[in-house]
């Protein structure tokens, strides 16, 4: 007989979920920030800085404030992680540098590019760090043309090509410069291989980012690691995730009832429990990057609005979704004036019986943020609803350290 499929309530697939990024239960501080990368498989990059850059505030918002040094330390310390293109630009540990092999094949097997490279060009710039070590793109001859964002120079489009060919590799940074090297000499020996067959990265990379997200669809699954649908299912049988149907989850076409989905034997072997984290989030923090899937667990509706005109911001540049008591009660568009922390819109989910209960989430929050960055005051300028700007003011207040 067919065992019967394990069915999860919404609320216990949300639990589940939030354990297995680390934000339920107690935090493993003696693992760290490495722990943090370990966990959750990959940690994305992006240039924006407000309170801190996003791959900061990952593990901030699961361990509490942890200094700038042992987040540079975790990620760039040259021996337990690189970077490379996951679900965007992501730091990832060392350990998965085999498991990319399907990538790095298929960016070889490439035919064209959107930058033309002369294949001197290309040879220079591995000859260059072959005989002087590992450089910057403005030490191997400079990053841009002098144009816009995209106008690389020669050896810059060389180099990140080689970087996505796994001819270099990056395990450090100078600054928020990218320090290029070859993988032979910055990847461990018994690591620097790609034996892994197409099947089994994917097979590695899908039963990760299961173990990640606790329970998933095999739309989210994919969008982990950006890997195809076709990829996912060919191989997610063999992953040893376990089907499950989640209650409430809507199915393809956006019907209710049960949705079939894919859990970690291990997130199903003991009801999550422990203590909530009240945090702010990145917008690109692993638990809400995915769209669809933070709609489907959270009821939450969050985009990154940096690069929608100001007019038509709704939120704000860089709103920071509110995580208190397992779910997404606002977000908050934070801003530094000296050591202020200005919360620019600090705007709460819901009418105003139920966004009035957020609010001393939302200053507790901002408060203890405040104090990782180095602020000692907090300014609340604009809620929605509007009524809350008091409140929120006054709770602020109250949870301000005193004499801070």
Same mark, same amino acid.
């Given at each position: 007989m067919t065992a019967a499929v394990v069915t999860l309530s919404a609320d216990e697939a949300r639990r589940i979920a939030l354990r297995a990024q680390g934000l339920l239960g107690?935090?493993?501080?003696? %693992?760290?920030?490495?722990?943090?990368?370990?966990?959750?498989? %990959?940690?994305?990059?992006d240039t924006i800085s407000v309170l801190a850059r996003s791959h900061e505030l990952l593990p901030y918002a699961r361990l509490g404030a942890v200094g700038r040094p042992a987040v540079e330390e975790a990620y760039w310390s040259?021996?337990?992680?690189?970077?490379?293109?996951?679900? $965007?630009a992501c730091v990832l540990p060392i350990e998965e540098w085999p498991l990319f092999a399907f990538r790095r094949r298929?960016?070889?097997?490439?035919?064209?590019?959107?930058?033309?490279?002369?294949?001197? $060009?290309?040879?220079?710039?591995?000859?260059?760090?072959?005989?002087?070590?590992?450089?910057?793109?403005?030490?191997?001859?400079?990053?841009?043309?002098?144009?816009?964002?995209?106008?690389?120079?020669?050896?810059?489009?060389?180099?990140?090509? $080689?970087?996505?060919?796994?001819?270099?590799?990056?395990?450090?940074?100078?600054?928020?410069?990218?320090?290029?090297d070859l993988p032979e000499r910055a990847?461990?020996?018994?690591?620097?291989?790609?034996?892994?067959?197409?099947?089994?990265?994917?097979?590695?990379?899908?039963?990760?980012?299961? %173990?990640?997200?606790?329970? $998933?669809?095999?739309?989210?699954? %994919?969008?982990?690691?950006?890997?195809?649908?076709?990829?996912?299912?060919?191989?997610?049988?063999?992953?040893?995730?376990?089907?499950?149907?989640?209650?409430?989850?809507?199915?393809?076409g956006g019907q209710g009832g049960r949705h079939r989905a894919w859990a970690d034997p291990a997130a199903l072997a003991a009801p999550p429990r422990g203590r909530h984290r009240t945090t702010l989030l990145s917008p690109f923090?692993?638990?809400?990057?995915?769209?669809?899937?933070?709609?489907?667990?959270?009821?939450?509706?969050?985009?990154?609005?940096?690069?929608?005109?100001?007019?038509?911001?709704?939120?704000?540049?860089?709103?920071?979704?509110?995580?208190?008591?397992g779910q997404l009660l606002g977000r908050v568009d934070p801003a530094r004036e000296g050591r202020t922390l200005v919360a620019r819109h600090a705007a709460f989910e819901g009418p105003l019986p139920r966004a009035e209960k957020a609010v001393p989430a939302m200053a507790q929050a901002l408060v203890e943020a405040a104090g990782w960055v180095g602020c000692d005051q907090v300014r609340v300028e604009r809620c929605t609803p509007a009524e809350l700007v008091g409140p929120l003011t006054a709770e602020v207040a109250r949870a301000t350290p005193a004499g801070a």
């Amino acid at each position: 007989m067919t065992a019967a499929v394990v069915t999860l309530s919404a609320d216990e697939a949300r639990r589940i979920a939030l354990r297995a990024q680390g934000l339920l239960g107690s935090p493993d501080r003696r %693992a760290g920030v490495r722990g943090v990368l370990r966990r959750l498989g %990959a940690v994305q990059l992006d240039t924006i800085s407000v309170l801190a850059r996003s791959h900061e505030l990952l593990p901030y918002a699961r361990l509490g404030a942890v200094g700038r040094p042992a987040v540079e330390e975790a990620y760039w310390s040259g021996e337990t992680a690189f970077e490379y293109w996951s679900h $965007a630009a992501c730091v990832l540990p060392i350990e998965e540098w085999p498991l990319f092999a399907f990538r790095r094949r298929a960016y070889r097997a490439r035919t064209t590019w959107h930058h033309e490279l002369p294949d001197a $060009a290309y040879r220079r710039v591995l000859d260059q760090l072959r005989a002087e070590g590992p450089l910057t793109a403005t030490e191997l001859g400079g990053a841009k043309n002098g144009g816009l964002w995209w106008d690389w120079s020669e050896s810059k489009v060389a180099v990140e090509r $080689a970087l996505m060919l796994g001819d270099v590799v990056v395990t450090r940074r100078r600054g928020w410069k990218r320090v290029y090297d070859l993988p032979e000499r910055a990847v461990p020996e018994e690591l620097y291989h790609d034996r892994l067959t197409d099947e089994e990265c994917l097979r590695h990379l899908v039963a990760q980012a299961g %173990a990640a997200m606790g329970v $998933a669809t095999q739309a989210d699954l %994919a969008d982990y690691h950006r890997l195809r649908a076709a990829e996912v299912a060919a191989v997610i049988g063999d992953t040893g995730l376990v089907p499950v149907e989640v209650a409430g989850w809507p199915a393809a076409g956006g019907q209710g009832g049960r949705h079939r989905a894919w859990a970690d034997p291990a997130a199903l072997a003991a009801p999550p429990r422990g203590r909530h984290r009240t945090t702010l989030l990145s917008p690109f923090d692993s638990l809400v990057w995915d769209r669809p899937r933070t709609e489907r667990i959270f009821g939450f509706v969050h985009r990154l609005e940096a690069y929608v005109p100001r007019p038509k911001r709704i939120y704000g540049y860089f709103a920071m979704p509110l995580l208190a008591g397992g779910q997404l009660l606002g977000r908050v568009d934070p801003a530094r004036e000296g050591r202020t922390l200005v919360a620019r819109h600090a705007a709460f989910e819901g009418p105003l019986p139920r966004a009035e209960k957020a609010v001393p989430a939302m200053a507790q929050a901002l408060v203890e943020a405040a104090g990782w960055v180095g602020c000692d005051q907090v300014r609340v300028e604009r809620c929605t609803p509007a009524e809350l700007v008091g409140p929120l003011t006054a709770e602020v207040a109250r949870a301000t350290p005193a004499g801070a």
